[in-house]
């Protein structure tokens, strides 16, 4: 059975940083394609960042240069740092893994709020 748990979401100034984790059960970081998507009130859950098992990355637009994605194979976890946070930065942040099937975890709320 696969579980994903993140953690690490909350409340952070405009500019500030903060650092999610998905730490995985049933399946392996490092074999799987790892995602970090997000989804805002009232619009569709987009993809952030995903780094593939071969170590390449991919980074949506609106996050290249400010946020990095990461695992760690030893504790079969994934991160997600993000810096330079901004307003439109707030949504519900889900970790993804894709080998054969779709998984995801239930989410972490991160508010970038003055």
């Known amino acids: 059975q696969v579980q994903l748990v993140e953690s690490g979401g909350g409340l952070v100034q405009p500019g500030g940083s903060l650092r999610l984790s998905c730490a995985a059960s049933?399946?392996?970081?490092?074999?799987?394609?790892m995602g970090w998507y997000r989804q805002a009130p009232g619009k569709q859950r987009d993809l952030v960042a995903r780094?593939?098992?071969?170590?390449?990355?991919y980074y949506a637009t609106s996050v290249k240069g400010r946020f990095t994605i990461s695992r760690d194979s030893a504790k079969n976890t994934v991160y997600l740092q993000m810096a330079s946070l901004r307003p439109e930065d707030t949504a519900v942040y889900y970790c993804?893994?894709?080998?054969?099937?779709?998984?995801w975890g239930q989410g972490t709320q991160v508010t970038v709020s003055s």
């Open positions: 049933g399946i392996s970081v490092g074999i799987a394609t």
């Open positions: 993804n893994a894709v080998y054969t099937f779709d998984y």
């Open positions: 780094i593939f098992n071969g170590g390449s990355t």
